[in-house]
């Protein structure tokens, strides 16, 4: 970012050719805190957008967010320009008012919102731009920012207007689980781990909250006080339905939910998810796809197999909605939000906090396990497999895998269950990295690793301490604590 704003272009720094950008994420990841922030520091014209706006009030306000950065903000104007004209009108005047020795720097927020009534407006901007390279339009820095994932990534795409065009495209993601705990400011792994069950790493949610847990014995009320209540700014079932909104291809939400419901409670590929909402598998596809590019849902292969892929929900908190806060509406409704959560515990136990687990766990693995184990190149591709015990008619299943190209680097089991893992845990590894070997892969500098919500027993703990291929992660050493 940094570089694409300050950086000069081939003419001096008031009049270098016009350079794009493309900032996106899903709602509440701080776009917006970033792109004003970034206006502040060089002197730019930053443009809020406005969902469900018509075209003229759209121009009307456009028009005013020039005026008011030229120091005209008093002015009045009943019948805005055209597009182009404003457009040319924003460059122009953030060239004049930039600071000497600074590139001009225009922030279109939420492009995607006047988008919907103005579809001209790619079209434009190219104009635009390739009258800039050849010079004889406006420079400066240009960024076109949305929460709509799938309209910014098709703003760059197949034969669109911007494609090839974009210097800088940015996807703003959430906070990675050590970063989102030292966001909250929560020491406690367990009470960290849980949080991020719940609404994962996206900063907005932190200032919407009425408290923070600190202590285990904090985190139920915070789930009732913030997450099931239904007069709060982040009561789930009310933030899912806005994150819906954000796509406009999502028009038909009751499918788009009934979708989201089906892959949480476990269909895992369009045949199953069909049957679970009563549609035919090919009806599903493309609201699979549609929910897919908005960051919703994902698609993993089994690193082991070349099966179908595996369809999961990757937002924590639509995870949270569906599983938890939808299947109770009409009781939270009533403010009953104390005995839902208690009813609802065997649910966020086994559905929720055991897939959240096996998910860090695999993230440990690529972002963490490297560093901490002394691999620094990494250990390759990292997600879940299964392999096939033919002698004894049993396919195990594998929470934590890493593969470089015929060689297994580590394998792993993680669990959040009550129970702490034990010596059998290890025996299986154990039998599961012989099976590989039958099978043909490398495995002679394969990890062992055993992860723990609960910890490990002392039999386990002694048998690890001998091995050096072995290696235990509780949530202490998940979070880096130990």
């Known amino acids: 970012m940094e570089r694409f704003l300050l950086d000069s272009g081939p003419r001096d720094a008031q009049g270098d050719s016009l350079r794009l950008g493309l900032v996106s994420g899903r709602r509440r990841t701080g776009k917006t805190q970033l792109l004003t922030a970034a206006c502040e520091a060089v002197g730019g014209l930053y443009i809020a957008c406005v969902q469900d706006e018509g075209d003229l009030a759209a121009r009307r306000r456009f028009a005013s967010a020039v005026a008011g950065h030229a ?75 949305g929460s709509a994932l799938s309209v910014m990534h098709t703003l760059l795409s197949g034969t669109k207007p911007l494609r090839g065009r974009a210097m800088m495209d940015m996807r703003l993601n959430a906070l990675d689980y050590r970063e989102a705990a030292q966001l909250w400011q929560i020491q406690d792994p367990e009470v960290a781990f849980r949080v991020h069950a719940c609404v994962g790493g996206i900063p907005g949610y932190r200032p919407l909250m009425t408290s923070v847990p600190t202590t285990a014995d904090d985190f139920d009320g915070w789930v009732t006080d913030n997450l099931l209540s239904v007069g709060i700014g982040v009561f789930t079932h009310t933030e899912v339905d806005y994150l819906l909104r954000e796509d406009p291809r999502i028009t038909a939400r009751s499918t788009y939910c009934d979708i989201l419901s089906a892959v949480a409670q476990g269909a895992r ?27 919703y849902l994902t698609k993993a292969h089994d690193l082991l ?54 998910e860090l766990a695999r993230e440990w693995a690529h972002r963490f396990a490297p560093d901490e184990l002394g691999r ?75 992860f723990s919500a609960t910890g490990f027993t002392p039999d386990l703990v002694e048998a690890a301490g ?17």
């Open 466 to 482: 001998s091995r050096p291929d072995t290696v235990l992660v509780d949530l202490k050493r998940l979070y880096g604590l130990s």
């Open 71 to 145: 120091g005209l903000s008093n002015a009045i104007q009943a019948a805005p320009e055209s597009w182009e004209r404003l457009l040319r009108a924003a460059l122009e005047t953030a060239a004049r008012v930039a600071p000497a020795g600074r590139p001009p720097l225009v922030v279109i927020d939420e492009f995607p919102y006047v988008m919907a009534n103005a579809p001209q407006l790619p079209s434009l901007i190219q104009h635009l731009y390739d009258e800039s390279q050849q010079g004889r339009g406006p420079g400066g820095r240009l960024i076109l920012c």
């Open 269 to 295: 590929t369009p045949a199953k998810i069909g049957a679970a909402i009563g549609r035919d598998n090919n009806a599903v596809r493309y609201p699979i796809s549609v929910l897919e590019s908005a960051g």
């Open 376 to 450: 620094p190149v990494g250990f390759g591709q990292v997600g879940f497999g299964s392999v096939q015990d033919d002698r004894g008619r049993a396919k195990h299943d594998i929470d934590v895998l890493a593969t470089d190209g015929d060689r297994v680097r580590l394998i792993g089991e993680a669990k959040a269950t009550l129970a702490r893992r034990g010596l059998s845990d290890l025996e299986r590894l154990d039998g599961i990295r012989q099976l590989l070997t039958r099978e043909g892969w490398g495995t002679t500098e394969t990890v062992i690793a055993l």
């Open 305 to 358: 197999r070349n099966g179908k892929p595996t369809i999961s929900v990757c937002d924590p908190i639509i995870r949270f909605d569906r599983l938890i806060t939808t299947p109770r509406l009409g009781q939270l409704e009533l403010g009953r939000a104390d005995p839902v959560w208690r009813e609802a515990a065997p649910t966020f136990r086994s559905n929720i906090l055991g897939p959240h687990f096996e």
